[in-house]
DNA sequence: CTAGGGTTAG
């Protein structure tokens, strides 16, 4: 009895340093217990999996699983269920379905979160139809679904681009009884905005008035950012004064949201306006309101501010990520210096950071800009992911330099692969065909742009 | 464990 209410204790105690962040010292209190004949529980080792998840990684956590075989404690479906979401917050799909056979081989049957881990990783992989499976096994099974099994799955579908399909399942649902919770209105009028479904979106905006639940910051920031897309700047302002009368614009995203949208509109002087009420009203700045103030000196040519910052975050200890570079990149390249550009996106390679596409992007299209079209095709054909936005830049700066015919090419080869370019791409290669003495091959590519439409519709 | 803000559009 003594030994089962101080273990209790041991655990309270273990929780609240792994809380804190404080693994080493959470692993010398179990040692210290463990010689004065306390010993660690189940409870104990699950607490340590779920902190190692969070703090170092899956295969520290995996570490305690041995750990705790050792001592004789057999792990439970919590324990693995922590390892999943481990392994699916580091995105690796693979281990987690690992994880989920070898506890079924274990004889531990799986509950409702070790299939919304699955679910949640098969989304995030890009795997729908998979998310999908495990879904309705779910439902046909009668695991009993949680409120979150439903919140993934229309979060899921919606990330997927498949909006239409999560608002069809959220009336079918509703029409078996299912109550939806705020988070999963929030989640469903994203997914419509985003999808160009604002019709959709209002209506479920007014389903949620009438549910009972008050839309809290988040549903204010999502309608609003949908307002700016749409270039409904006057609605978009009287939702943030809104919120300012409601108390919420307690942090940086309301106000993130509007300065980004008025830079990306060139109206740099209202951004500016915001930032000096968001930075008079307190707010504590992150990683992303620094990105967003750094791209809007950038698009100032202001660069002594944008180091003023730089000196700031690290002075806070906040460190630069992939966005601050790719701004400070694009920043460069706007201002002409494609030279010092180039080197800061080699000193991303050099940092290993996984994802600098969009960097990329924008110095092949610096490059073309700057009338430096051999050094742009070389960096263009040494890349190994692109997407749309290379192609099309590519593509145009290639007519700009009168290379229509490889312009040309490049872009059939887009159009056989499926990916569609910018408009104003393709317009530029037709024209310059047509204008270079080339009429019958603009008509013929003219025919195939067509085509490829009609056939991806 | 599931919802909102930041980068490229020539």
Known sequence: MLCRSSTKLLNICIAS?????????????????????????????????DAYCQLV????????????????????????????AGA?????????????????????????????????????????????????????????PSPATFNIMINGLCKNNYADYALTLFWYLRSCGFVPQLITYNTLINGLCKAGRVQAAKRILKE????????????????????????????GFEILLDMERKGYTFDGYAYCTVIAALVKEGRTKEATDYMEQMMRSGIQLDIVSYNTLINLYCREGNLEAVSKLLCDMEKRGLECDKYTH???????????????????????NMEGFDSKLVAYNCVVDGLGKAGQIDHAMEMFKSMERKDTFTYSSVVHNLCKARRYSCASKLLLSCLRNGLKLLDSAQQAVINGLYSSGFPSEAKRLRSIIRTAQMLRY
Not at 63 to 73: F, S, T, Y
Not at 208 to 235: D, W
Request: proline share 4%; net charge neutral.
């Open 326 to 348: 790719t701004i400070m990149i694009n920043g460069l390249c706007r201002s002409g210096d494609i030279k010092r550009a180039t080197e800061h996106l080699y000193s991303m």
């Open 88 to 144: 699916a917050k580091e995105g690796l799909l693979p281990r987690l379905e690992g994880l989920f056979d070898e506890m079924c081989q274990k004889g531990i049957n799986p509950d409702v979160w070790s299939f919304n881990t699955l679910m949640h990783c098969f989304f995030a992989s890009g795997k729908p139809d998979e998310a999908t499976k495990i879904f309705w096994y779910i439902m046909n099974n009668d695991l009993s």
């Open 208 to 235: 949620l008035g009438e549910s009972g639940n008050a839309p809290n910051a988040i549903t204010y920031t999502t309608v609003m950012k949908c307002c700016f897309k749409y270039k409904q700047f006057r609605h």
């Open 57 to 84: 990684g899956v295969d520290a956590a995996f570490c305690v699983l041995d750990r705790m075989r050792e001592a004789g404690i057999r792990p439970d479906v919590i324990s693995y269920n922590s390892l999943m």
């Open 17 to 49: 340093l792994c809380r804190a962040h404080s693994l080493e010292k959470a692993e010398s209190v179990i040692a210290d217990s463990i010689r004065l004949g306390i010993l660690p529980n189940v409870v104990t080792y699950n607490t340590l999996i």
